[in-house]
């Protein structure tokens, strides 16, 4: 692949003439972070299936839906759910009546 002189000047370029300033610069920085924790969270993934690490598959993917969660990536550090609905669909489930439970 051929690199332009525009290709060449933004990989050569400063942060402060790559960027009109610096909150574009600070944004730029945070996604870059979320797409490299993403990244490492899908390698994770694919080593723990790989050697059929079912505790890390756990860990990674959502207990209700059995998606990858990514927690910490695009969503919070701590998260253990995909998503909302599937937070309050456990929730539902763990908080319904019991069959067969005295009241």
């Given at each position: 692949m051929k690199l332009t002189a525009n290709d060449k000047w933004a990989l050569s370029a400063s942060a402060r003439r790559r960027y009109r300033?610096?909150?574009?610069?600070?944004?730029?920085?945070?996604?870059?972070?979320?797409?490299?924790?993403?990244?490492?969270l899908g390698m994770l993934l694919a080593e723990a299936e790989w050697t059929g690490d079912r505790r890390m598959i756990r860990l990674l993917t959502c207990p209700e839906c059995g998606r990858i969660t990514f927690a910490g990536g695009d969503c919070r550090r701590d998260a253990v759910y995909c998503s909302g609905r599937c937070r309050?669909?456990?929730?539902?489930?763990r908080a319904a009546p019991h069959v067969g439970a005295s009241a």
């Amino acid at each position: 692949m051929k690199l332009t002189a525009n290709d060449k000047w933004a990989l050569s370029a400063s942060a402060r003439r790559r960027y009109r300033d610096d909150v574009c610069r600070a944004q730029a920085y945070r996604a870059r972070r979320v797409s490299d924790r993403i990244m490492a969270l899908g390698m994770l993934l694919a080593e723990a299936e790989w050697t059929g690490d079912r505790r890390m598959i756990r860990l990674l993917t959502c207990p209700e839906c059995g998606r990858i969660t990514f927690a910490g990536g695009d969503c919070r550090r701590d998260a253990v759910y995909c998503s909302g609905r599937c937070r309050s669909r456990a929730w539902r489930r763990r908080a319904a009546p019991h069959v067969g439970a005295s009241a």
